[in-house]
């Protein structure tokens, strides 16, 4: 059975505390907010809206910091929305904290400056491990920067969970170093995995780019087959893919909002799609196909978007009629090919499609 995820309460804070803007970025869009920090009260009335949603079947209660730089901001202020939270923490109304930060804002002084709050999860913005790709992005920093936060967070808050954003497709990004990026990070073992291929937001500096013809963001069907590639390589290193594209939201799906780039409302759906069909292409070769079997979250991504996958797989030599049957002894990332369970991503190298 699959672990329950955490009930995240989101507070964000938009564009505060980042030092500049980066090519891709328009915060006030994805989120739907302005920029500015919530005073004490609308943080209150934030968390207690939340915890009036909560549904039964959420193994935790996080407090979450989104959509600006959190350890870029002041220290008072770092101070006085931890302090907000923590009071929930003493209540024994939520858990833990999590916020997403710059990794350039990650030094042995700020994570000291953690250690009186319950901090569950910290998430940092990478988006590559190219410095050149950092730069054309407008990142101000370079790779360094996140192997250095990685360690520090490892040695001064053991207990936390780690997790790294990537954006394949920035300016100056190709196949190749994306997946290097991939197998950058890896390496260093965080706990969970994003992965935001780039879109072109409206009013968004990568926008006058695009526009210009400077900027060619990846197609929906590129950006689908590297992201499986990614995920697999995330799931061969034992890393949780927690998500894939941005957040469909009303704002992000209004006319005009995304003016080029892979947004899907599904996305993560179309990747999950690609990869099961390239397991069982793999895993089958040139031998018949007979039987399909998987797990009930797996069956609608083998499946495929309006059935795409079945059509392949009734193309193949056997006599597959369709019918994919459910399967609930097997593990969630698992399918049953010709009566054998076999894990995503296995067998040979994801065929080109």
């Known amino acids: 059975m699959a672990a329950k995820r955490p009930f995240v309460i989101p507070v964000f804070l938009v564009h ?4 500049h803007k980066c090519v891709f970025c328009n915060q006030a869009l994805i989120t739907a907010r302005q920029p500015q920090l919530p005073t004490r009260e609308q943080f ?15 193994r935790g209660v996080q407090i979450a910091f989104y959509g600006g730089n959190f350890l870029g901001l002041a220290e008072k202020q770092v101070e006085n929305l931890l302090s907000w939270a923590q009071e929930w923490i003493e209540a024994g109304r939520v858990d833990s904290i999590r916020f997403s930060t710059r990794p350039d804002t990650i030094s042995s002084r700020s994570l000291e400056g953690l250690k009186n709050f319950a901090i569950g999860t910290i998430e940092l913005g990478v988006q590559s491990m190219n410095d050149e790709v950092l730069s054309a992005a407008g990142r101000g920093h370079d790779a360094e920067a ?5 360690t520090l967070v490892r040695q001064i808050l053991p207990g936390c969970e780690l997790g790294i954003q990537l954006m394949p497709g920035l300016p100056r990004d190709t196949v190749r170093r994306a997946l290097a990026s991939a197998r950058a990070v890896a390496g260093l073992k965080p706990d969970f995995v994003r992965l935001y291929p780039t879109v072109v937001l409206a009013q968004s500096p990568l926008a006058t780019l695009f526009h210009q013809k400077k900027y060619h963001p990846l197609t929906l069907d590129e950006a689908v087959s590297l992201c499986a590639r990614l995920y697999c390589i995330f799931k061969h290193n034992r890393i949780r893919v927690i998500r894939m594209g941005l957040q469909a939201t009303d704002e992000l799906q209004r006319p005009g909002a995304v003016i ?4 899907h409302p599904a996305f993560g759906h179309l990747v999950m799609s690609r990869i099961c069909l390239e397991t069982v292409l793999a895993t089958v070769g040139n031998q018949p196909l007979h039987k399909l079997a998987a797990p009930p979250t797996l069956i609608s991504a083998l499946r495929g978007q309006r059935n795409a996958n079945l059509a392949r797989f009734k193309s193949l030599a056997g006599n597959f009629t369709g019918d994919i049957e459910q399967n609930t002894s097997l593990a969630q990332d698992q399918l049953e090919i010709n009566g054998k369970p076999v894990s995503l991503c296995a067998g040979k190298p994801p065929v080109t499609l």
């Not at 505060?16 to 030092?19: A, E, N, R």
């Not at 996140?146 to 990685?150: L, Q």
């Not at 080029?260 to 947004?263: E, K, V």
């Open 260 to 263: 080029a780039g892979p947004f």
């Open 146 to 150: 996140a192997r250095r936060a990685v």
């Open 44 to 58: 209150r009335r934030q968390v207690a809206r939340f915890m009036n949603q909560r549904g039964p079947n959420r």
């Open 16 to 19: 505060q505390g980042c030092p």
